[in-house]
């Protein structure tokens, strides 16, 4: 069955420190798409990022970058120079071939202190 | 930017009541879903909805909960009868190829049930 593990609860961390926000799945699909949503405290979900299980490269969008490696089925999310306005929860989610649905992590709640 | 709009942003009802929950997708999207989030807990798929019918339902789209797309802009969520552990935040989200582009979420409806 499909599953995301988010593992870490809550990080903290200061302005400027860099912070990396672990995602582990586990499909038995071979094609399946991963995702990052922000949850800021206003409530919404704002979408952050897709990629597909055939392409491994990384992405780099401003200070935030991602790391997907399906040889440990992870797809980590850094944020570099944290700002305060970074604080949220951040999910990463799952959706399948023969499937719409995502299935989401447990979340994890990011606070940046200045 | 296009956004998906939801309404009202929160709604409080009695137990044992009907509750319509609105939503405004994107305009050019066709595949349409609602999810749900018990306070502090993961994001949960209830259902989607692709040509005028649901083509994914989880287990806790019950019969209490229905869905339509009364017309070409609208798409509502019906709870028949609430009880207390309805009590959530609904989001609406749309997407315009399924599972091959990204889901856009709308702010939520946060629905308290007294």
């Known amino acids: 069955a499909q599953k995301v593990t988010q593992a870490q609860t809550e990080i903290s961390v200061v302005e400027k420190e860099d912070v990396t926000l672990d995602c582990v799945y586990e499909?038995?699909?071979?094609?399946?798409?991963l995702f990052w949503y922000k949850q800021p405290p206003s409530g919404e979900l704002v979408f952050l990022i897709r990629?597909?299980?055939?392409?491994?490269q990384n992405e780099i969008s401003g200070r935030y970058s991602w790391n997907f490696q399906k040889s440990t089925s992870s797809f980590n999310f850094t944020i570099t120079a944290s700002q305060v306005v970074d604080s949220a929860v951040y999910f990463c989610a799952l959706s399948e071939d023969n499937t719409d649905k995502l299935i989401f992590g447990t979340g994890t709640r990011l606070q940046v202190f200045p | 930017e296009p956004e998906v709009t939801q309404t009202p942003s929160h709604q409080v009802t009695q137990m044992g009541q009907e509750v319509i929950l609105r939503c405004v997708p994107i305009?050019?999207?066709?595949?349409f879903y609602w999810y749900r989030q018990i306070l502090g807990q993961k994001v949960e798929f209830l259902v989607s909805?692709?040509?005028?019918?649901?083509?994914?339902k989880s287990e806790i789209f019950d019969d209490q909960f229905s869905v339509e797309r009364p017309d070409g802009s609208n798409f509502t969520l019906k709870i028949r009868s609430t009880k207390l552990e309805d009590s959530a935040m609904y989001f609406c989200?749309?997407?315009?190829?399924?599972?091959?582009?990204?889901?856009?979420f709308g702010q939520g409806t946060r629905l308290t049930v007294v």
């Open positions: 909805f692709y040509n005028n019918e649901i083509s994914e």
């Open positions: 990629r597909n299980s055939f392409d491994e």
């Open positions: 499909t038995r699909d071979t094609t399946y798409y």
């Open positions: 989200a749309s997407s315009f190829q399924g599972r091959d582009t990204e889901a856009f």
């Open positions: 305009s050019n999207h066709l595949y």
